[in-house]
């Protein structure tokens, strides 16, 4: 099986990253901190789809002159940009929420939070 | 030569976000994260996907990062 | 305690996930069936078919366009959430003021932002318009003059760069990507009868690469004007 995970080494470094993103997001108090690693997971995941799609020796699909095959797929790419800019959205939102809650609470940790209700 | 280049890459993302995780100073781990984000964009562009990349690069070591700071200046800097 | 716990649940959890990757096809191989699916005919027909040379501009904008159409509209809708929430919000429930921000940048990034700023315009003009034929694309230029807005911003003052722009036109600007698309897909039942459908003759290439081409001057004007009233609004409100 360890060969077969230095085949995939991609594959187990996006999933070494969603843990440590999923680490970040259960185990700190800052909501702040707790986003940042929201943000490591959505890139780990990024970063799975991806490499899915990639072929040994591939070129970007892109048809021009000095285009030859393999290339690499352009479905999993698509589907990432997509992904990037809906992670973006986000991101935005919820980083103002997170200046809503401070104005109106004074601290953005979760323990302080729950104790105020 | 190329396989060198790809385990350097995977560690350099493993140990920006374990900095992530450990930095206490929240502008610092911004900037860490900053970092992670362009060492993906590295990535890809090596795996043969220009326009992920770029998008990557433009709206994550770009946007989300200044965003990310404008959030920490308006609240706390420092997690406890 | 609670750390060592969790890092321990995590550890285990991480053994079937690795487990699970390592069985999947060897990263890399021709044959697998992400390859000789849909891709294959992608990357095939994708030139003639939908118009573009670079296929993920071809998958995004044609075969796959309403995934785009949505995407846009999420961003917008984030805009207004994001709006909503700062503009609205009654200044007697906010207790703590904003920490100082006067501070100015100093005079030699003053100066190189506003030496580099057309040239910077023109690279993220030159994205949008070559998304068809090289890698980039609407969105990627959009993200780009949305940065440059931002540093203008930061030098220039958010009322200043707000103010070259004339007041009726923000929204306009602002909702130019879904409202491209829309554009579109009437124009797409109009030649076809499907909602955003390109006609597939073989003569009316021409027809095909210019709707991509406004569709992408439409995502990358909206994707700038809302990166750029993300940035004016959060920061100042």
């Known amino acids: 099986m360890l060969e077969a995970l230095w085949h995939n080494l991609d594959y187990a470094a996006s999933v070494v990253l969603f ?25 780990a995941v990024f970063s799975f789809i991806v490499a899915l799609g990639v072929v040994d020796g591939g070129d970007a699909p892109i048809m021009g002159q000095g285009a030859h095959p393999p290339f690499t797929s352009p479905v999993p790419q698509a589907l990432i940009l997509t992904g990037i800019v809906v992670a973006v959205s986000t991101t935005a939102l919820a980083l103002t929420l997170i200046i809503r809650i401070y104005q109106l609470n004074g601290t953005v940790e979760a323990d302080e939070l729950r104790e105020m209700e | 030569m190329s396989t060198a280049f790809d385990i350097t890459l995977l560690l350099l993302l493993i140990a920006t976000a374990l900095a992530v995780a450990r930095l206490k100073d929240l502008l610092a781990a911004a900037v860490v994260f900053s970092t992670y984000s362009l060492v993906m964009c590295l990535l890809w562009l090596h795996r043969g996907a220009p326009d992920v990349a770029m998008t990557e690069a433009a709206v994550g070591a770009g946007v989300t990062t200044v965003l990310f700071l404008i959030a920490i200046g308006r609240t706390t800097r420092r997690e406890k | 305690m609670k750390k060592a716990l969790v890092t321990s649940l995590l550890i285990i959890a991480a053994i079937p996930m ?22 294959a005919h992608y990357l095939e027909f994708g030139v003639e078919e939908a118009g573009a040379e670079n296929i993920v501009t071809d998958v995004i904008l044609n075969y796959r366009g309403f995934d785009t159409e949505f995407e846009v509209t999420v961003i917008f809708t984030s805009l207004a ?21 006067g501070v100015r940048p100093s005079v030699v990034v003053r100066f190189v932002v506003r030496l580099l700023a057309p040239f910077t315009a023109m690279f993220a003009i030159y994205v949008i318009l070559n998304g068809h034929v090289s890698p980039g694309g609407g969105f990627q230029g959009g993200a780009v003059l949305g940065a440059l807005f931002i540093t203008l911003t930061v030098v220039l003052g958010g009322a200043r760069v707000a103010g070259a722009f004339p007041e009726a036109s923000r929204r306009w600007l602002q909702i130019a990507a879904p409202l491209t698309f829309a554009v579109a897909g009437v124009a797409g039942v109009l030649l076809t009868g499907f909602y955003l459908g390109y006609p597939t003759e073989v ?35």
């Open chain 1, 19 to 43: 843990l440590i993103g999923l680490y970040i997001v259960i185990a700190k108090n800052n909501l702040i901190k707790k986003f940042l690693g929201l943000n490591i997971m959505e890139t």
């Open chain 3, 18 to 39: 690795l487990i699970a990757v390592a069985a999947l096809p060897r990263h890399g191989a021709l044959d697998t069936p992400v390859q000789t699916g849909i891709s």
């Open chain 3, 81 to 101: 959430a994001v709006l909503a929430l700062l503009l609205g919000a009654s200044t007697a429930g906010a207790t703590l003021s904003r920490p100082g921000s």
């Open chain 3, 203 to 237: 003569g009316l290439h021409w027809l095909r690469t210019f709707m991509i081409i406004a569709i992408e001057i439409g995502i990358g004007v909206g994707g700038a004007a809302i990166i750029a009233t993300l940035f004016i609004v959060m920061e100042a409100e």
